[in-house]
Structures are given as structure tokens and as C-alpha cells.
């Protein structure tokens, strides 16, 4: 019975609750289209659960390889050109004004 505890938010909610749950539902949505119903509801808590150990496990590989160890260390940019020198700079902003 440790599940129904879990299910049911820790244990908030009793033997009574669930009853009066379950016709409430009944009610509304009727005995026709009930097993349907918790087939959708059943295959969206299998989708969730699938998706909550994946989310483990992502977060398990990242305490596994700290930092991105096991990524090659980033390359130095290359340079194409040479920097202007001082000179050359203030060549070049004496040309633009009076340009």
C-alpha cells in the first residue's frame, strides 16, 4: 500500500476520499467512456514517468562528467590579419577626416 500512499499526495487523502473520487467520476464522465479514461490517464502517467528518469538520468550523466571533462579544450581563435599599429590607426582616422 506504500504506492496508494505516494499517489495520493503522502497519505492526505483516505480510503473515503478516493471513494467519493471515483463516483464523482463515474458521474461525469459515465461507465461507457470510463475505461477509456484511465487508459488516457494511465498512458500520460507512463509518458511522465518515462520522462522523469530520463531527466534523472541526464542529471546523473552531468555529475558523472564535472565541468565537461570529457570535451576537447576550446582552440585559440587565428588571426587572418595584423593588428594596426598606433601609427597606422591614427594614419587612418587622419585620412577619414579629411575624406
Do not use: C
Not at 475505461?35 to 522523469?52: C, D, H, N, V, W
Request: aromatic share 8%; proline share 7%; net charge negative.
Amino acid at each position: 500500500m506504500q504506492y496508494w500512499t505516494v499517489a495520493f499526495l503522502a497519505g492526505s487523502v483516505g480510503t473515503g476520499e478516493v471513494l467519493i473520487l471515483f463516483v464523482l467520476v463515474l458521474v461525469l464522465f459515465g461507465p461507457r467512456r470510463l475505461p477509456s479514461l484511465a487508459r488516457e490517464i494511465g498512458s500520460f502517467l507512463a509518458k511522465l514517468q518515462r520522462t522523469a528518469q530520463d531527466f534523472r538520468d541526464q542529471i546523473m550523466n552531468l555529475d558523472s562528467n564535472p565541468s565537461g571533462a570529457s570535451k576537447a579544450p576550446p582552440q585559440a581563435p587565428q588571426q587572418d590579419a595584423e593588428l594596426p599599429k598606433d601609427g597606422d590607426r591614427q594614419e587612418t582616422e587622419r585620412n577619414e577626416r579629411a575624406g
